[in-house]
C-alpha cells in the first residue's frame, strides 16, 4: 500500500453569537478547522484533525509514496518537522485511520482496547457569573454527566471560587468538579507574568476545601518545583498538567520527578498518539493517571478517544462543552452527527473501523475558505 496524496481542507465555520471562551481576549466571531486526508493506492482514506498543519506542504513529500502502515517511521519522521515546521499529529490520526481501517477494526483496539466507552466530563470554557454557572451546571447534570470543568481567570478569581462553591452547594458534595487555572494563560501575545506560586498555593488550599478532585494547569510549566509543592501540600485534590508539553522529554522529566498525579498530553496538538501511549503507559506503572485534552474539534476528540478508551486513561474523559455558547454542534460542525454522551455520563468509542470519523461533506464544502 502507497500514499498517494495528502490533502488539506481547510474551513472557518461562523459563530452567531460570537464565543467568549476564558483564554480569548477578543470574542471569537469563527472557528478553523483542518482536515487532513491521506490517499492511498489502495482507495483506502485516513482523515485526521486538530492541529492547523500550517506550513505541511513543505514536508509533504517525505510521506507521499510511502506505505502508511509503517507508522512508527511517520511518527518519527513527524517529530523530525517539528523544528523547521508545525506539529504534524493529525497526519498520524489520519494514518492509524487507515491501520484501523485496514484491520477492520477501530483504533482503540490497536491501542490496548481497555475500554469501549469512558466517562466524559463537561469541560465548560466560558467565564460565568457563580449564578451562570450554577445555572449551566444544572444543565450538566441534565444531560447525564457526571463531572465538569470551570475555569478561573487569574484577574477574576473571587468570582470563579464563587463559581466553583454555587456549583458545589447545586450539585452536592459528591458531584466530582475539576478547575483549569491554564497556567494563567491566555492567547499568543499575552506576555503578562502568571500568577505567583504564593498566590496559587492560597488559590488551591481554598479549591481543595471545595473538594475540587483535580486542579488543572495551575502553574506555568516552567515551575516544576511549585508543582511538587502544590501536590504535597493539597493532599486531598489532584494536580494534572501536560497539554501543552509538546516534547517527549520533557513530559518524561515531569514523570520521573513524579510532579502530577494526571497527565494530559492531547494526541493531535502535543506528542502525538504513539507517543502519548508510551507516556500514559509509564504514567500507569507509576500508578498516575492519564487522560488527554482534547479541545479541538469532533476528529481531534475522536483521536484522543481512541488512545484513551486504549490505554485504559481516566479517570474521565475531557469533552469540551459549554451550552450554549460551546455546543457539539458548533464544535463537531463537520461530522454528519456531533459526538454526544449516553445517557450515563460515558462516552462511547464508535465500532466503524479507524477512528470512525464520518464527514458531512456538503458541510466540508460549504466552509470550505475560499469557497
Ligand atoms: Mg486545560
Not at 486526508?37 to 509533504?60: C, L, N, P, Q, Y
Not at 469532533?298 to 481512541?306: E, F, P, R, S, T
Not at 458548533?330 to 465500532?351: I, K, N, S
Request: hydrophobic fraction near 45%; charged fraction near 25%.
Amino acid at each position: 500500500m502507497k500514499i498517494t496524496d495528502i490533502t488539506l481542507d481547510r474551513l472557518r465555520y461562523d459563530l452567531d453569537p460570537p464565543l467568549r471562551a476564558a483564554w480569548d481576549p477578543q470574542p471569537r466571531r469563527s472557528v478553523d478547522a483542518t482536515i487532513v486526508r491521506v490517499h492511498t493506492d489502495e482507495g483506502v482514506t485516513g482523515i485526521g484533525s486538530g492541529d492547523t498543519m500550517d506550513g505541511f506542504d513543505a514536508f509533504r513529500h517525505l510521506f507521499v509514496g510511502r506505505d502508511p502502515l509503517e507508522v512508527s517511521r511517520h511518527v518519527r519522521a513527524i517529530e523530525t518537522c517539528n523544528v523547521h515546521g508545525g506539529h504534524y499529529w493529525p497526519l498520524e490520526a489520519a494514518l492509524w485511520d487507515i491501520v484501523g481501517k485496514v484491520v477492520g477494526q477501530p483504533v482503540s483496539v490497536l491501542f490496548g482496547n481497555a475500554a469501549r466507552r469512558v466517562p466524559a466530563y463537561a469541560s465548560c470554557c466560558v467565564l460565568r457569573s457563580p449564578a451562570e454557572r450554577r445555572e449551566v451546571a444544572h444543565r450538566v447534570v441534565a444531560e447525564d454527566f457526571r463531572a465538569m470543568k470551570i475555569r478561573i481567570d487569574r484577574d477574576r478569581v473571587e468570582e470563579g471560587v464563587a463559581a466553583v462553591a454555587a456549583v458545589r452547594d447545586a450539585l452536592g458534595d459528591d458531584y466530582t468538579i475539576m478547575v483549569d487555572l491554564n497556567q494563567s494563560w491566555r492567547m499568543a501575545g499575552d506576555t503578562a507574568p502568571a500568577t505567583d506560586l504564593a498566590s496559587i498555593r492560597r488559590l488551591v488550599r481554598r479549591l481543595g476545601e471545595l473538594g475540587v478532585f483535580w486542579v488543572e494547569e495551575p502553574l506555568p510549566y516552567a515551575d516544576v518545583e511549585g508543582f511538587r509543592t502544590l501536590r504535597a501540600e493539597n493532599p486531598g485534590l489532584r494536580i494534572a498538567a501536560g497539554e501543552m508539553l509538546r516534547s517527549m522529554p520533557e513530559l518524561l522529566r515531569y514523570l520521573e520527578r513524579d510532579v502530577l498525579d494526571v497527565y494530559q498530553c492531547d494526541v493531535v496538538l502535543a506528542v502525538g498518539m504513539s507517543r502519548a501511549r508510551t507516556l500514559a503507559e509509564l504514567a500507569a506503572l507509576k500508578h498516575r493517571a492519564f487522560t488527554p485534552h482534547s479541545w479541538t474539534n469532533g476528529i481531534g476528540v475522536l483521536a484522543n478517544l481512541h488512545v484513551a478508551a486504549g490505554v485504559g486513561g481516566g479517570p474521565f474523559f475531557e469533552f469540551p462543552y459549554d451550552a450554549p455558547d460551546w455546543t457539539p454542534q458548533r464544535r463537531d460542525f463537520m461530522l454528519a452527527e456531533p459526538l454526544r454522551v449516553d445517557d450515563t455520563g460515558h462516552l462511547a468509542v464508535p465500532d466503524a473501523p479507524g477512528l470512525g470519523v464520518v464527514l458531512d461533506e456538503d458541510v466540508v464544502e460549504r466552509y470550505r475558505v475560499g469557497a
